[in-house]
């Protein structure tokens, strides 16, 4: 949810910024999923948030340095 709060901020601010900077990101995704953790949770499938978990997260953090190293230089 954290996740998904932060892309819906940065779009607020930027609403370019993120699919400019990390393309390949689900954007809307990622800002849907917190909706649906917050509001329909009775409803979630657990096999996608395993496969979120497990399988998706490196790819977003990945993504993440990448657009932070193009915006501040390399850390």
Not at 31 to 60: M, P, Q
């Amino acid at each position: 949810m954290i996740i998904s709060e932060s892309a819906i901020r940065l779009e607020k601010l930027d609403p370019s910024a993120a699919p400019r900077l990390a393309p390949t990101i689900d954007w809307p995704g990622i800002r849907g999923i917190g909706n649906f953790l917050r509001h329909k949770y009775d409803d979630l499938d657990t096999s996608i948030l395993v496969d979120v978990v497990r399988n998706r997260l490196a790819e977003l953090r990945g993504s993440c340095v990448t657009a932070l190293d193009a915006l501040t230089g390399p850390q």
